[in-house]
Structures are given as C-alpha cells and as structure tokens.
C-alpha cells in the first residue's frame, strides 16, 4: 500500500521565519528564490537565506500584524519595501496597494 504525500506550492510574497522576514521571488526559469531582508540606514537590503523557499510552509506567510509591526519599526512597507511616507499608511504600517494585494478582504 502506497502512501501519497501532499506536496504544498509556496507563492511568491513575503514570509517570517524564526523571526526573520523572507521575501520568495521567481527567477527567470521560474524557480523560487528566498531573500533574507534586513533594514539598514532606513533601505531594505536583500541577502542570500539559509533557507529554500520549500523550507517555507503557508503558515509562515506575513500576516497583516507581522507587516504592520514592520513597517511601524522601520517606516517602510514590508512588502515592497517603500518609504511610508502617507499619513494612512504610516498609521496603517502599509502602503494600500500592497494591503490590498496581499491582505485582500482586510
């Protein structure tokens, strides 16, 4: 008797892992890269991650809290890395396109 395994598919977006915030993207080939981001001098830096992005489950995917935090500590949005510089987004912790992109419904 065969067991079947259910493989789970990460989408590009921005995750947290162990603290840490991770940005997947697509390469050219179409393959998955994870991006460590740090802030530094007030710019979001990407650097090379420990992990792979199968190492990332759903559940690790930023939450709206996650993002606003963020972007409260840092004054730039968590998703696409952009001075929050709107008196809504800088309440908010996120600019209103990427909450409505990756927090539809919210």
């Known amino acids: 008797m065969s067991t079947a395994t259910a493989t789970t598919t990460i989408e590009p977006g921005v995750y947290k ?15 998955l890269r994870a991006k460590k981001i740090r802030v530094v001098g007030g710019k979001a830096r990407r650097y090379a ?18 993002a606003s ?9 968590c998703c696409c890395f952009r001075l929050l ?3 809504v987004s800088v309440r908010d ?3 209103p396109v990427c909450k409505k992109k990756y927090f539809p419904g919210l």
């Open 93 to 95: 912790g996120i600019g």
């Open 49 to 66: 991650s420990l992990y792979r992005p199968s190492q990332f489950t759903p559940t690790d995917k930023i939450t709206l809290d996650d």
């Open 69 to 77: 935090g963020f972007g409260h500590e840092y004054g730039i949005c």
């Open 17 to 31: 892992k162990n603290g840490d915030i991770y940005e997947i993207k697509p390469l050219r080939n179409g393959a």
């Open 85 to 87: 510089s709107d008196p």
